[in-house]
């Protein structure tokens, strides 16, 4: 599945949605259901590994992940690298070949609580790397200044719109802006940094699609809600099984031959490419 095809489904007045997934089950799963992408959470990713959210989960991990995805999956897949998994712009770099060697048409990556300048650097890292291995990469670049509460305002998106030219600059595809909900300044920001795609984040409080897609945002992310949901709802379920009530695990799960069916018949790893197996 072609980089540019991934790149079509955000040209608008189209609005790309993406229910996150966190393995290759909820992968499988989210794409039979008609989703035109599949999108990581990192926060799911890493807790289905043994490991907490935060450039905590150790890249042969997230190499991994992102394989045992692809591996089941047909449409496009983009893969969260959380900040980069370290300060250091070569190390970034070097990590997303090694996600790109699986077959991903796209990468997430965040300013967090560092500074521009440094994302910068890996971007333009992360570009050079991927122009080296004649490979088309969309880089979906996020900003933190809502989400972090760096500023409020007309001085929010001041801020985001100045980042996203600088990251624009770099060589990123789209900017992602969590914590964003008010439309005006979903308007204001996507009109500014046109024709950059604008991603926002699923949130309580958020407006509708057609709001969203009227005000520009033409890419919609779970983020880790329904990996929460998901282990909210194991939680109590098997909260609920200790106390001995075991009624509504029958009730509330998915059919087990429907979900197996799923895995069924897909190509092993070593039908991958050689590429994506080294």
Avoid at 42 to 62: E, F, H, I, K, M
Avoid at 130 to 146: E, S, W
Avoid at 159 to 179: K, N, Q, S, T
Avoid at 202 to 230: E, H
Wanted: aromatic share 4%.
């Amino acid at each position: 599945m072609s980089t540019q095809t991934f790149r079509n489904l955000h040209q608008p007045p189209a609005l790309l949605v993406l229910p996150n997934a966190w393995d290759a089950g909820s992968a499988r799963l989210i794409e039979s259901l008609g989703a035109r992408a599949i999108a990581t959470t990192s926060a799911g990713v890493a807790w289905a590994r043994g490991y907490p959210d935060g450039n905590a989960l150790p890249t042969d991990q997230l190499v991994a992940a992102a394989r045992d995805i692809k591996r089941v999956v047909q449409v496009p897949l983009t893969i969260d690298l959380e900040a980069g998994y370290s300060k250091e712009p070569l190390a970034v770099a070097r990590l997303t070949s090694r996600i790109l060697d699986v077959g991903v048409a796209g990468i997430n990556i965040e300013d967090g609580a560092d500074s521009p300048d440094l994302l910068c650097t890996k971007i333009e890292a992360i570009r050079k790397h991927a122009a080296g291995m004649n490979i088309d990469l969309f880089i979906n670049t996020r900003t933190d200044v809502y989400l972090r509460g760096l500023a409020s305002g007309t001085a929010a998106v001041e801020e985001v719109i100045r980042r996203a030219e600088r990251y624009r600059a770099a060589g990123c595809d789209g900017l992602f802006v969590p914590g964003l909900s008010d439309a005006d300044a979903m308007a204001a920001i996507a009109a500014a940094i046109d024709p950059l795609p604008l991603n926002v984040m699923a949130i309580p409080g958020l407006p509708t699609i057609d709001v969203l897609r009227k005000s520009g945002v033409r890419r919609l992310s779970a983020g880790s809600a329904i990996a929460q949901a998901a282990l909210g709802c194991t939680s109590r379920l098997a909260a609920g099984l200790l106390a001995g009530t075991m009624a509504e695990m029958f009730t509330a799960g998915a059919e087990y031959h429907a979900v197996n069916t799923l895995l069924k018949n897909l190509q092993p790893y070593e039908a991958l490419s050689k590429r994506a197996l080294d």
